[in-house]
């Protein structure tokens, strides 16, 4: 059927129609169907800003015919409707459960938004716990970086929180979700699908960059939380920064890139040499890594600042 519309205003309607359903961010997540129903949002490997909206990590969701569970809100209030953003060139089903896998910024700060909506909120006690105890400072931080992309962020630790293993049916997809404790932040909690073999590790994980071991890291209980993935033996990995690979990639990565840390400041701290020596430590085989210029010093400084106290 034919329309009469003016050409200015059939323009109009189309630029609104883009609009809705472009992605929101300047710097838009990447899907990836990683599994019948399973899909992966991959963001870019970069500090947080207005343009990414502090989206600068990665996300999963799965579809079902309850709804959607989201792994990981965002950011950024900005952040959390840019993913829903990419949910909706999939599905029109409302998110209904929002795990989160840790307590970095970007891993919770949209819960509030998915909340609003109907969404339950769950991760583990100690996630939960660290949400609550670095939320005020993760928010001047984020607010900062991301300028106006942060306006209407209410920061909202999960509702629901767990203090060991659970397995919930989600549609016919069995979804376990584990926590590992402290890792990169005071407590991860990793979300396992056994019948896919699929992992998302949130930042137990990191791949293809360079990972963090800041000031709310404990590298030793890294490791171990490490082995924990290492048993569940995953086919696929979603690391919480980085593009999906297996899990040999992620030992080299992120284990064995620990192990070096702490074999080579065992070795300093036993010859009596200072902190500084740590920013020595040859990690060149690690160089590769996006942000290596930017961490690996620091990273060495952090674990040796761990180790002098064990």
């Given amino acids: 059927m034919k329309t009469n519309l003016p050409r200015c205003l059939t323009l109009a309607l189309f630029a609104l129609a883009t609009l809705i359903t472009a992605p929101l961010s300047a710097n838009p997540l990447k899907l990836i169907n990683v599994a019948d129903n399973v899909y ?82 769950l991760t583990s006690m100690q996630t939960q716990t660290d949400q609550a105890t670095r939320g005020d400072n993760q928010s001047g931080s984020t607010s900062r970086l991301t300028g106006d992309s942060w306006q209407g962020t209410t920061p909202q630790p999960a509702q629901q929180a767990i203090t060991e293993k659970q397995s919930i049916t989600f549609g016919v997809t069995e979804i376990q979700i584990i926590p590992v404790g402290p890792a990169h932040t005071g407590g991860e909690t990793l979300v396992w699908l056994p019948q896919h073999k699929i992992l998302f590790s949130g930042d137990t994980v990191y791949l293809d960059r360079m990972l963090g071991v800041g000031s709310q890291s404990q590298h030793l209980s890294w490791l171990a939380a490490f082995a924990t993935i290492e048993a569940l033996n995953p086919t696929t990995i979603v690391p919480g920064h980085g593009m999906p690979a297996d899990l040999s990639k992620a030992q080299k990565e992120t284990r064995d890139y620990l192990q070096l840390l702490r074999t080579e400041v065992a070795q300093l701290i036993e010859a009596g040499a200072d902190m500084e020596d740590a920013t020595l430590i040859d990690q060149s085989a690690y160089s590769y890594l996006k942000v290596y210029k930017s961490l690996h010093k620091r990273n060495a400084l952090r674990v040796y600042e761990e180790m002098e106290w064990e």
């Fill in 40 to 121: 992966a949002l991959i963001g870019p490997m970069e500090q947080r800003s207005p343009t990414n909206l502090a989206n600068n990590a990665n996300f999963g969701f799965i579809v079902s015919d309850q709804g959607v569970l989201l792994i990981d809100s965002g950011g950024t209030l900005a952040g959390a409707k840019d993913i829903e953003s990419h949910i909706r060139t999939i599905t029109d089903k409302p998110v209904t459960l929002v795990i989160n896998t840790g307590g970095q910024d970007h891993r919770w700060f949209g819960n509030s938004y998915f909340s609003a909506r109907g969404a339950d909120t």
